[in-house]
């Protein structure tokens, strides 16, 4: 290469400053106190990278790219005012714009570049494109679940797993033609058709409990395949930002299965939503004890330590205001409230603590599942709002269920469960509960969000 | 070419080391907001396609390019955004009633 142009320098000084902001961005996220600061260096490393960018010498018409920043910054922004409910789609749709940029960009880089692709560019461009086009079709399909666009329930057929492996195959040895000869190029297009296939037929079986894992693991998709056009393109910074992006993807995605207990190839080969058999059959019409809102406000003013635990269920009967409200009229009577939040509650990661920060829940309440689990034996009332498989304890007991080993929430060890859920049918996977049978249970019938508010008016009138 | 892949190689692995050991000390309290900001710093891909609609080699790779940098931009517009108005919500007990 020739000595570096003066301009060539700044560029990268600029990508420099901007990696080191990256990764403190990520540092300081590991705390809510300093989160906010970490959004600001993630935002002052990417002006610095654009603007660097735009110095680059080789660009030689600045109007598409003009006109695509305005108008990529009109579309972001709605997407940046999404309601908080709508978080998991808006994240799944955001997967699948990286992924576009990503495939495009590599698409156009083998054109420019083909026939003469040495062998090592080509395979990272192929895992670039295959990884690029599989996430961007398989985001879409889970954006479009999580949107109820499509039916949420899974969709199995005999030998699937068969067809999905086949046509990732297929890919897998187009690639591999095109880097032994990269003058295939009528292979190419081959090459994005089969992996944009395989990520619709990867989601479809997926139901809506699988979520937070296949959200994790598309992200680290993401992620690797903008690493890999960080190796096409010779660019450390893209390089570094997709590997931090797989890095996190990959680690929520092992969370995830873990708290599914669900093994770890399980995850990578995409194989989930096997597990809703055909368990929980029988057993029909066994005795449940309910209660009226009146009767579970007695029992919650006579409590001093309340722990709720919240589900997907919560989110959908946008009750989470009502909760706050709940917990703070406990609170009024000294009574102490705390949330215990399983991993994969709700249909992301974390998607419980932001549903229950957006309702101003202070984050010292929420814990995790590490860290509440020893407290139910000293909880005098646990209520589950719109929580099912993560309190199911057959996931301890019965090794016939299909969540056995899963870790649960104990809410069984506290004196008194309260479930509140809208009718007895069993959840996803229709596992049964047995924790809903268990004398201390009392089952609240009713949508959560008018339920919680019928206690929280009780709660009121009795004492004033 | 040769060594440059290689040295590639070396930022991408110690990248992904340090990715584990920052992201590991991320609490469980911010997995969303975790995502929604990987997500729009993931979008630095966008540097490639700047380059690529602005070089001008060819019509596709223009027209590619430019799509593209509108799918970018709009994650790392909007993955700021979320990310922010996310993190605006967490307060702990000491601020809630500020």
Redesign the interface.
């Known amino acids: 290469m020739n000595p570096m142009a003066a301009s060539d320098i700044v560029i990268e000084i600029a990508y420099v400053i ?1 990696t080191a902001l ?2 403190l ?3 300081w ?5 300093t ?2 600061r ?2 600001f260096a ?2 002052a ?2 002006v610095l ?2 603007a660097g ?2 110095l ?1 010498h ?5 109007k ?2 003009a ?3 305005v ?3 009109v ?8 309601q ?1 409910t709508a ?1 998991p789609q ?2 799944a749709l ?2 699948a ?2 992924a ?3 495939t ?2 590599g ?3 083998f ?2 570049r083909a026939p003469e692709v ?1 062998k ?2 080509m395979a990272v461009l192929s895992l670039e494109i295959i990884l690029g086009s599989l996430t961007l079709t398989g985001s879409l399909m889970a954006a479009g679940k999580l949107q109820e666009v499509l039916p949420q329930r899974p969709i199995t057929y005999k030998g699937q797993n068969l067809v999905n492996l086949s046509l990732l195959g297929v890919a897998i040895v187009v690639a591999v033609l095109l880097v032994l000869d990269p003058s295939r190029m009528h292979l190419f297009p081959l090459m994005i058709i089969i992996p944009l296939i395989f990520g619709v037929m990867m989601i479809v079986p997926i139901g809506g409990a699988d979520m937070p894992t296949v ?2 693991l598309l ?1 680290s998709y ?2 690797l395949s ?2 890999a ?3 096409v ?20 995605s092992v ?1 995830m299965s873990k708290a599914m207990n669900r093994s770890f190839s399980n995850v990578l080969f995409g194989a989930f939503g096997q597990v809703q058999a055909t368990a929980g059959t029988g057993q029909e019409a066994r005795p449940v004890r309910s209660a009226t809102p009146e009767e579970a406000a007695a029992i919650l003013a006579a409590a001093n330590r309340v722990v709720v635990v919240p589900g997907y269920g919560m989110a959908v009967a946008q009750a989470q205001h009502k909760v706050r409200e709940l917990c703070d009229a406990l609170n009024k009577r000294g009574i102490d409230v705390k949330f215990g ?1 399983h ?1 994969v509650a709700g249909r ?4 419980m ?2 549903l229950l ?2 309702a ?1 829940i ?5 814990l ?1 599942m590490d860290e509440i689990n020893g407290d139910f034996a000293q909880t005098d009332v646990a209520l589950v709002i719109g929580a099912n498989d993560v309190t199911n304890p057959a996931a301890r007991t019965e090794a016939s269920s299909p969540i056995y080993g899963m870790p649960i929430l104990d809410v069984d060890k506290a004196r008194t469960v309260m479930v509140i859920k809208r009718s007895m049918a069993a959840g996803f996977a229709g596992i049964e509960n047995p924790l809903y049978y268990l004398d201390k249970t009392l089952m609240l019938f009713g949508d959560a969000k008018g339920f919680v508010g019928n206690i929280i008016r009780e709660l009121s009138g009795g004492h004033g | ?1 040769h060594s ?2 290689l040295s ?1 190689l070396y ?2 692995m110690l ?2 080391f ?3 050991e ?37 019509t ?3 027209m ?30 000491g601020t ?1 009633k500020a």
């Open positions: 901007a990256f990764i961005s990520l540092k996220l590991s705390s809510p106190t989160a906010r970490g959004v993630g935002e490393g990417m990278a654009i960018t735009l680059y080789g660009i030689v018409d600045y598409w790219i006109i695509a920043l108008l990529g910054t579309i972001g922004i709605p997407l940046g005012r999404v908080m978080v808006r994240t955001s997967h714009f990286g576009l940029c990503v495009l960009v698409t156009a880089e054109y420019l040495p090592f560019m959200i994790s992200n993401a992620g903008a690493a056009m960080g190796f393109l010779d660019s450390k910074l893209l390089i570094i930002a997709g590997a931090l992006d797989g890095a996190s993807g990959f680690i929520l969370n939040i991993p992301m990661p974390g998607h603590n932001v920060a957006e101003d202070p984050y010292d309440k929420l995790s | 070419m440059d892949l590639s930022v991408f990248a992904a340090i990715g584990f920052v992201i590991r000390r991320v609490s469980p309290l911010l997995h969303t907001p975790l995502m929604s900001l990987t997500n729009a710093l993931d979008a630095i891909a966008v540097v490639g396609a700047i380059i690529l609609a602005g070089a001008h080699k060819s596709l790779a223009t590619l390019g430019t799509i593209a940098i509108v799918s970018a931009t709009s994650n790392i517009v909007g993955g700021f955004i979320i990310t922010d108005r996310m993190l605006k919500m967490f307060k702990s007990s809630k």
